[in-house]
Structure formats: C-alpha cells, structure tokens
C-alpha cells in the first residue's frame, strides 16, 4: 500500500510540475498586461498556451494514464 502511495504522489507532482511551467507563462503575460506591455502579453501567453497544448497536454494525458494503472493495479 505505501509503494502505491508513494507512485501516485510522484505522479502527481510530476503533472502539478507541468502545470506550472505552463502556467507560469500565462501568468507572466498577465503582469505583462498590468505594466501596460501589450506586445509582451500577447506573446508570453502565445508561448503558454502553446506549451499547454502541445508537450504538457500529452504529458498529461499519460500520467493520468500512469496514475489508474497504479490504481488498478493495487485494488
């Protein structure tokens, strides 16, 4: 029980750890936006929400995958 608990929190931090990669642009546009730097914006959330929809996406969607095959695995 404890490994299965230990690899799904791994998995977790590791998908948070994505996350806030992408996130971190988006968020960088937004201040952007409040310094009045429109330009700026417009291209740190280009890079966020490329980010997002590219790597961090499908590394997502595989350890979503990864964290029921642990469920399943120890039911």
Same mark, same amino acid.
């Given at each position: 029980m404890k490994e299965k608990t230990v690899k799904l929190l791994k998995l977790k931090i590791e998908?948070?750890?994505?996350?806030?990669?992408s996130l971190?642009?988006? $968020?960088?546009?937004i201040v952007a936006l409040? /310094?009045? #730097?429109p330009l700026i914006a417009i291209v740190l959330a280009m890079?966020? $929400?490329a980010m997002w929809k590219g790597e961090v /996406?499908? #590394?997502w969607r595989r350890l979503s995958e990864a964290?029921?095959?642990v469920r399943?695995?120890?039911?």
């Amino acid at each position: 029980m404890k490994e299965k608990t230990v690899k799904l929190l791994k998995l977790k931090i590791e998908k948070l750890t994505w996350l806030s990669s992408s996130l971190f642009w988006i $968020i960088s546009a937004i201040v952007a936006l409040n /310094k009045q #730097r429109p330009l700026i914006a417009i291209v740190l959330a280009m890079i966020g $929400i490329a980010m997002w929809k590219g790597e961090v /996406k499908e #590394r997502w969607r595989r350890l979503s995958e990864a964290e029921d095959f642990v469920r399943n695995k120890w039911k």
